[in-house]
């Protein structure tokens, strides 16, 4: 009789366990989608949260940023082909007149009319010499993906093109077109050159800056400089989210003849 008894209350304890696992299976299955929800819409707010400045490189990296800006005069976001024609323009530059009073605050211009002939993305552009750090005829191309560094120094065409008033901006790895640039120093004669002008430039400042500091690229209005930019690992190679910065004042602009077809 006893043992009848122990058989049912073992057969009791195990319909109650079997139907609290399915209990259990159930609120699992059911909750799991809505926990795994809650937790990426956190991380969401979280990311919207965080300052855009510091997000901001990295969504460039994303959305390969530097290869979509334009500066409105050209087709830069092109890749040169077979139907696409030299983009040449005759373009006026407003260019700053040297006063020879060093204590006059004047601001006068001159208007000169030249021919530009723009490049497309991927161009070879200019070549680069400064030649008291070592660096000879570096080319030049436009734009600034990984597959023109790989090629030579890149021209960001989010800058100024070469040859108008303002700030032009270069980078290049610094273990490749730029591994010489920390050897640049105040003082050294730097030249870009292309095929409509050669941009003559004296380096005036070496700085270094933080990744997300854009105080370096930006448009200079009204004021010729060449900004060129590497990675800076304090001497090392290798990527680095601080940047070497070599700023340079115009010296000179020499024009050449352009022919135009008809």
């Known amino acids: 009789m006893s043992e009848r008894k122990s058989a049912k209350a073992g057969r009791a304890h195990h319909r109650k366990h079997?139907?609290?696992?399915?209990?259990?299976?159930?609120?699992?299955?059911?909750?799991t989608p809505f926990l795994m929800l809650g937790f990426i819409m956190g991380v969401t707010v979280l990311i919207l949260l965080k300052p855009y400045s510091n997000?901001?490189?990295?969504?460039?990296?994303?959305?390969?940023?530097?290869?979509?800006?334009?500066?409105?005069?050209?087709q830069v976001n092109f890749f040169q082909?077979?139907?696409?024609?030299?983009?040449?323009?005759?373009?006026?530059?407003?260019?700053?007149?040297?006063s020879d009073d060093s204590d006059s605050s004047s601001t006068e211009t001159k208007v000169t009319k030249h021919t530009f002939i723009y490049p497309y993305y991927g161009d070879r552009y200019a070549t680069l010499n400064i030649e008291n750090a070592g660096m000879k005829d570096l080319p030049v191309y436009c734009g600034t993906d990984?597959?023109?560094?790989?090629?030579?120094?890149?021209?960001?065409?989010?800058?100024v093109y070469i040859g108008k008033v303002g700030n032009v901006v270069l980078a290049a790895h610094n273990h490749t077109y730029f591994y010489m640039l920390p050897a640049v120093?105040?003082?050294?004669?730097?030249?870009?050159?292309?095929?409509?002008?050669?941009?003559?430039?004296?380096?005036?400042?070496i700085v270094v800056f933080h990744e997300t500091d854009y105080t370096y690229v930006l448009?200079?209005?009204?004021?010729?400089?060449?900004?060129?930019?590497?990675?800076?690992?304090?001497?090392?190679?290798?990527?680095?989210?601080?940047?070497?910065g070599v700023l340079c004042d115009l010296v000179s602009r020499e024009w050449k003849e352009v022919e135009v077809p008809q």
Not at 55 to 74: A, E
Not at 146 to 158: K, P, Q, R
């Open 18 to 31: 079997s139907t609290s696992n399915k209990v259990l299976r159930t609120i699992t299955f059911v909750l």
């Open 55 to 74: 997000v901001k490189p990295y969504l460039d990296t994303v959305f390969n940023q530097s290869n979509t800006r334009t500066n409105g005069d050209s």
């Open 81 to 98: 082909n077979e139907d696409l024609d030299l983009n040449i323009q005759e373009v006026e530059i407003e260019e700053p007149v040297p």
């Open 146 to 159: 990984e597959s023109l560094l790989e090629m030579g120094v890149g021209w960001y065409n989010g800058s």
């Open 185 to 205: 120093k105040v003082g050294d004669i730097v030249t870009l050159e292309t095929s409509y002008v050669k941009m003559t430039y004296i380096v005036s400042d």
């Open 219 to 244: 448009p200079t209005k009204g004021k010729d400089r060449l900004t060129m930019y590497t990675c800076w690992n304090n001497g090392y190679l290798g990527m680095s989210e601080w940047r070497l």
